[in-house]
């Protein structure tokens, strides 16, 4: 069995919120491979992030942020990194993954993300200047 942590604030009405474990459950099946997953929201997530993702073979940062706990996703992304753990992280979740780099590989230690801190003294990632957030349809 492969168990994969799903990080983020679940929100049914997030269209990738139930793409995800659909997927998961499509490649389960396709692979016959047992992937268990599990959700693990922002807030619950505390300084003791090996003992709460111990058993996960793999972390997914998934979309939709802001998150409740910025700093959170940040350690979990960072526990990643240190442990080689395999790791994806889609749309807002790869941006704070682009955050936790620079403020963890490079010394950025102020490196932000605009939305969620506009007065940042160092933001490196900027709003979309058109969002595709729960859009559907080709993109060109």
Request: aromatic residues 10%.
């Amino acid at each position: 069995m492969i168990h994969i942590a799903l990080i983020g604030d679940y929100n049914s009405e997030v269209i990738t919120h139930q793409a995800i474990p659909r997927a998961l459950n499509y490649s389960s099946e396709f692979l016959n491979i047992d992937i268990k997953y599990e959700w693990f929201n922002s807030e619950n997530i505390n300084n003791n992030i090996a003992t709460l993702l111990g058993k996960s073979h793999g972390i997914w940062v998934v979309p939709a942020s802001p998150y409740r706990n910025m700093n959170g996703v940040i350690n979990v992304i960072k526990y990643a990194r240190k442990n080689n753990i395999p790791f994806i992280s889609t749309c807002g979740g790869f941006q704070h993954t682009v955050i936790e780099f620079f403020r963890n590989v490079i010394g950025y230690e102020m490196a932000d993300h605009i939305e969620s801190n506009s007065n940042s003294e160092m933001p490196v990632i900027s709003p979309l200047l058109c969002s595709l957030v729960e859009k559907e349809g080709e993109i060109f």
